[in-house]
């Protein structure tokens, strides 16, 4: 099902090379190639096989699959979305997933990939995905969170982890990614990125020209594995 995307954060496209073509402005940080996707991922999922709770799938793996007619296109629309980015020069992966590990050494901070968060990245790059089945991430507008770093309370016990002689204190919170994770605002409303669309999201990077896109993962719904493309 078609979702309306606020503009304020949102270009909404309508093909890949839009997708990775529009040049992020202002508080566009995010791309979406709005789709409404055809054939039975649900199939797919069923005949994967779980092996860790986050599995890799390959093209041969998903080529090994026997499938119904509505399997088959969904496994086409894969493996399509697979080659356009690698074409491109990324490195796109596909997983089942079970869950990601969690993040419980601290109660005052959670650094996991379900707290709100932003990708950092060496090189000028964005982060691409696309959820096929299962629960989806949501993204939130940068003005709507606060960094944890600069919450008072969790700042001080930061500051008592932190050793002097292990160097600077803004280095200690980037070198265990606390300054990647924030903390949504009262009345803060997320946007859900959906089923089947291919999202770009603005990474943290000293040369892009926009904030970058805080997102979360969502919590998996209960006996439900998802199918998502990442990288």
Same mark, same amino acid.
């Given at each position: 099902?078609?979702?309306?995307?606020?503009?304020?954060?949102?270009?909404?496209?309508?093909?890949?090379?839009?997708? +990775?073509?529009? &040049?992020?402005?202002?508080?566009?940080?995010?791309? %979406? !190639?709005?789709?409404?996707?055809? *054939?039975?991922?649900?199939?797919?999922?069923?005949?994967?096989? =779980?092996?860790?709770? +986050?599995?890799?799938?390959?093209?041969?793996?998903?080529?090994?699959? &026997?499938?119904?007619?509505?399997?088959?296109?969904?496994?086409?629309?894969?493996?399509?979305?697979?080659?356009?980015?690698?074409?491109?020069?990324?490195?796109?992966?596909?997983?089942?997933?079970?869950?990601?590990?969690?993040?419980?050494?601290?109660?005052? +901070?959670?650094?996991?990939?379900?707290?709100?968060?932003?990708?950092?990245?060496?090189?000028?790059t964005d982060t691409y995905l696309c959820t096929y089945?299962?629960?989806?991430?949501?993204?939130?507008?940068?003005?709507?969170?606060?960094?944890?770093?600069?919450?008072? &309370?969790?700042?001080?016990?930061?500051? &008592?982890?932190?050793?002097?002689?292990?160097?600077?204190?803004?280095?200690?919170?980037?070198?265990?990614?606390?300054?990647?994770?924030?903390?949504?605002?009262?009345?803060?409303?997320?946007?859900? =990125? *959906?089923?089947?669309?291919? !999202?770009?999201?603005?990474?943290?990077?000293?040369?892009?020209?926009?904030?970058? %896109?805080?997102?979360?993962?969502?919590?998996?719904?209960?006996?439900?594995?998802?199918? =998502?493309?990442?990288?």
């Amino acid at each position: 099902m078609l979702m309306s995307y606020s503009s304020k954060q949102v270009e909404v496209v309508s093909n890949f090379k839009d997708l +990775i073509g529009f &040049e992020f402005y202002g508080t566009k940080n995010a791309t %979406c !190639w709005q789709r409404e996707l055809s *054939g039975d991922f649900k199939e797919i999922v069923s005949k994967l096989v =779980l092996k860790d709770d +986050i599995t890799e799938v390959l093209i041969e793996d998903l080529l090994a699959l &026997e499938l119904s007619d509505q399997g088959k296109l969904a496994r086409e629309i894969i493996i399509s979305d697979l080659e356009y980015l690698t074409e491109f020069g990324a490195q796109p992966t596909l997983n089942l997933l079970k869950s990601y590990a969690r993040d419980d050494e601290f109660d005052f +901070i959670s650094t996991d990939v379900y707290s709100y968060h932003v990708d950092r990245s060496p090189i000028l790059t964005d982060t691409y995905l696309c959820t096929y089945y299962g629960a989806s991430s949501d993204i939130i507008a940068n003005e709507e969170v606060t960094q944890k770093i600069l919450i008072p &309370e969790i700042r001080e016990k930061l500051k &008592e982890l932190h050793d002097d002689s292990d160097g600077d204190f803004e280095e200690f919170l980037k070198e265990y990614f606390f300054d990647l994770h924030y903390h949504a605002k009262e009345n803060a409303t997320p946007t859900n =990125l *959906g089923i089947g669309h291919l !999202w770009r999201l603005a990474v943290d990077h000293p040369n892009q020209a926009v904030l970058p %896109c805080v997102h979360r993962a969502p919590k998996e719904n209960d006996g439900e594995y998802r199918l =998502l493309l990442i990288c």
